[in-house]
């Protein structure tokens, strides 16, 4: 059996382990081998996107070390995975890297992808409304992007469809930035926060009970705001929907 | 070389002091977005028609110096009077000259971003002449002594009542006007007695065609047309990354230019200038002013592509909801972003920074400009070369410690996790830009690496 490394990101790790132990469920109510290496810490996305990335060699060698050795690495954040395939990079073990940038893959990507996942019996019955997470939108390729003239589409909707009861709301804006962005929360706080509040406003217009997506931090800023205004909105990791029932 | 000026994340703060103004902003460019998108979905060989242009570009780039040449060469013999200018000053000199020597003080503008880029009103008006913008916006916010917030739409975030009081100020309009048909009207009156009486236009250049030496200049107005046509004589400034190599080329950029910046199918004049008129001079300045540098940097290269409709400005959800004025250059919103920091590092050492990397302008640009990936190499060699503040290098440095060990990032994870929920408001206050507007994550009970040891393992 191929043997699956479970990327937990740091911040999912800390804040949000209930998306993390999700995702562990469901691979492994797949019928999967699945493993936590327990000495992992974080991508080194914050730092890369932020300008350091040379400060990241002591991340990428600790990803490596951890997660060479599986044939699969699944990750329930878009984000932190496009970081990796597209940034790891190590002097020590290049080619162990080269490998992983390869078969890391975000989690609603690999449901769809390689397990090719028909039917999932999960339930939840309620209104929910997708986040597309620019990371794994438009660097995954997760679904379709708006801006683009090719055929529509989407590799959570069609793990969202297998799910019963749920109904999936209409968005006015389907794929607009929450503006999160990672260190951009914090350096450019009023840009951000009035972007979350856009975002927010869509979903709750359109009468959504919750707020899902397959990237945990923008589903934690567009939380952050959610609270502050009282909202009875609340947000869920994919993983968590997927796995429910 | 560097003016102090406020960084976008301070001058974008202001910006959103007037929430009902950024989401005014936000709506009229999110809409012209949707114009865009409903006219590209019409042409079914759009993507192809990008990849075309975006080929062409680099065939031009590639061989630029070649082109520029056999563009000077033809030129000249049509009639056009060549000039290359190595910089800004450069050309704004030449411009200055070419006036000297008829001896006039008066210059009806049309659009170029070029001349902006040049500070060439603000040059030209130290030396005491007068420079009319004749494009409705353009013109709009030289009344009000600014610079243009979008390179297509240059008042976009001028509402009409504001549009009102500036033509009472300036043109004599009823005080309290805000209908917009008055007001193009007496813009109209006021424009069409400048072309009358100005000897001498300026025009921006949109396509320089290297087989013939012709160049194109497109406009919604045909203001360049009326200036040009009337004055005595025509100075064209261009950037020498304008060039294209044939005519033929000309179809697949006049198809994707006015459905990127506005959703239409073509710009409303497309007109060709080849050679002057009987008794008209022409003249033609190619300027440099850094793009050969950034012809160097093989990262940033592809840059110099841009055609500049605008259509990466209007579908960014910062610039949207930041206003062109916040990134303090000519050139605004995400390719502007990746333009200004050749010119000077330090100066626009925010830019960079003032993108989520969401790729949606990487998505619409015409000719396929990695943008987004730009900005993320922008940002690394903004550090390297020292413009990072010494706030985020220690806190990167603080980031780097803890991650960099197993150890150490399960305990500080505990430790700040401890904090959260027993003394919150040591982050919950001021100091802390997530919580001003947003509240912080709840504390979970236990973190995923504690679930997993003690149900797992």
Request: with cysteine.
């Amino acid at each position: 059996m191929k043997r699956v490394g479970l990327f937990i990101p740091c911040y999912v790790d800390q804040f949000y382990p209930n998306a993390g132990i999700a995702t562990y469920q469901l691979l492994k109510k797949l019928g999967l081998d699945v493993t936590y290496p327990t000495g992992q810490t974080c991508c080194g996305q914050p730092m890369a996107n932020s300008g350091f990335e040379h400060l990241t060699q002591n991340c990428n060698q600790l990803f490596v070390d951890n997660f060479a050795e599986f044939d699969y690495i699944v990750s329930p954040s878009g984000s932190c995975v496009l970081h990796i395939k597209e940034h790891l990079h190590t002097e020590k073990s290049a080619e162990k890297a080269a490998a992983i940038r390869t078969k890391v893959y975000e989690l609603v990507e690999f449901l769809v992808d390689i397990l090719k996942v028909k039917n999932l019996k999960a339930k939840f019955p309620h209104k929910v409304g997708l986040h597309q997470s620019c990371h794994g939108q438009r660097g995954l390729l997760l679904t379709q992007m708006s801006e683009l003239v090719a055929p529509y589409f989407s590799k959570p909707q069609q793990l969202l469809a297998q799910v019963e009861g749920l109904e999936l709301i209409d968005l006015k804006r389907e794929d607009e930035c929450c503006g999160f962005g990672g260190t951009f929360c914090i350096v450019e706080e009023a840009v951000s926060v009035k972007m979350g509040k856009d975002r927010v406003k869509d979903h709750q217009v359109n009468g959504a009970e919750y707020i899902t997506g397959a990237d945990m931090s923008c589903l934690m800023h567009m939380e952050g705001i959610l609270k502050r205004e009282n909202s009875k909105i609340k947000v869920l990791h994919i993983a968590e929907i997927l796995n429910a029932g | 070389m560097s003016t102090p000026t406020k960084t976008h994340p301070e001058l974008s703060a202001v910006f959103n002091k007037d929430e009902q103004r950024v989401n005014w902003h936000d709506e009229t460019l999110w809409w012209i977005r949707q114009k865009r998108d409903k006219s590209a979905h019409s042409i079914p060989e759009w993507e192809i028609l990008r990849e075309k242009a975006s080929q062409i570009k680099n065939n031009a780039l590639a061989n630029l110096a070649e082109y520029l040449v056999s563009f000077e060469e033809k030129a000249k013999a049509n009639g056009i009077i060549v000039h290359w200018a190595a910089d800004a000053q450069e050309h704004n000199q030449i411009v200055h000259q070419i006036l000297q020597k008829h001896g006039i003080l008066q210059l009806v503008k049309s659009k170029s971003m070029l001349t902006e880029e040049c500070h060439l009103n603000e040059y030209l008006e130290k030396q005491g002449l007068e420079v009319i913008d004749s494009d409705l916006g353009e013109r709009i916010v030289q009344l009000a002594k600014e610079p243009p917030s979008h390179i297509v739409l240059p008042c976009i975030h001028k509402k009409k009542e504001e549009i009102g009081d500036l033509f009472h100020q300036h043109l004599g309009v009823a005080a309290g006007t805000s209908d917009p048909q008055i007001l193009t009207e007496a813009a109209r009156v006021h424009l069409r007695e400048t072309f009358l009486t100005r000897k001498a236009a300026l025009t921006g250049v949109n396509f320089a065609i290297a087989e013939t030496g012709e160049f194109v200049v497109c406009t919604n107005e045909g203001n360049a047309d009326m200036g040009a046509h009337l004055a005595d004589v025509h100075i064209a400034c261009m950037g020498i990354e304008k060039i294209i190599p044939k005519r033929k080329h000309l179809g697949v950029f006049l198809r994707l230019l006015a459905r990127s910046a506005t959703g239409q199918p073509i710009t409303t004049y497309s007109s060709h200038f080849k050679k002057p008129r009987a008794g008209q001079e022409m003249h033609l300045v190619l300027v440099d002013n850094g793009r050969t540098v950034q012809m160097g940097r093989e990262d940033f290269r592809a840059s110099l592509k841009c055609i500049r409709c605008g259509a990466c400005m209007n579908t960014c959800p910062v610039y949207r909801r930041s206003g062109g004025h916040s990134y303090h250059n000519a050139i605004s919103g995400p390719i502007g972003a990746i333009l200004a920091p050749n010119l000077d590092r330090e100066k626009y050492a925010d830019l960079p920074f003032a993108s989520t990397l969401c790729g949606s302008c990487s998505n619409v640009c015409p000719v396929k400009i990695d943008i987004h990936q730009q900005l993320y190499k922008w940002r690394q060699v903004i550090v390297q070369e020292g413009y990072a503040t010494s706030s985020k290098k220690m806190s990167m440095k603080i980031m780097n410690y803890t991650l960099s060990s197993p150890g150490i990032y399960r305990t500080a994870g505990k430790a700040g996790r401890w904090v959260l929920k027993y003394i919150p408001f040591a982050v919950n206050n001021h100091f802390n830009p997530w919580y001003k507007q947003r509240d912080m994550p709840e504390v979970p009970k236990e973190s995923f690496g504690e679930w997993y040891k003690k149900n797992v393992k």
